[in-house]
């Protein structure tokens, strides 16, 4: 099951198209200028990936505002280090295969072969930094900051945006 998870991720990775102006309309209007405007520094495929999160939370008959926009956002601090689809491979493998070494590789420079496994480690910290620079509400931003973050026990109203952010995220 997550072999076919991950080649799914694969291919629509290296499939995936530019948002048409319809459904960049409706990131209008959930996200501000500022959002917007990060948003598009994304590359196609995390934009692509962000939009089917929304989605997703969206047909489950959410509307939270801020969940939408961490939806859309939550990957946006890969925008300072770009990965390949070669380069998120490589970060499943590691998973896979060196679990307690890609913790130790995370914490070098975003440079070289370990660069894949900083960025994994270190996008959601840069992507709430971005977000907070743009004017995200602070709920958007601790959305993004914790997006990859285990759950507490007992959580609160966040948790239970950040369980369902997570839940869409592992869907797509």
Known sequence: MKLFYRLNQLWHNVTAQPLSPQELEQ??????PG???LFQRMLASDQRHAFRVYGLIKECGHTDNDLLAA????????????LSAWDRSLAVLGETFFPRKVKE?????TSG?????????QHAAWGA????????????INLILRHQD???ANGSRNDERLALLQWADGQN
């Open 105 to 109: 590789w995370a914490a070098d420079e």
């Open 150 to 152: 285990p759950l507490p």
């Open 71 to 82: 939806a859309l956002l939550h990957d946006v601090g890969k925008v300072r280090a770009t």
């Open 27 to 32: 990131i209008e209007l959930v996200l501000s």
């Open 129 to 140: 930094a971005l977000a907070e620079n743009a004017g995200s509400r602070l709920e958007v």
């Open 113 to 121: 072969w370990k660069r894949t496994f900083v960025v994994r480690e």
């Open 35 to 37: 959002e917007v405007a």
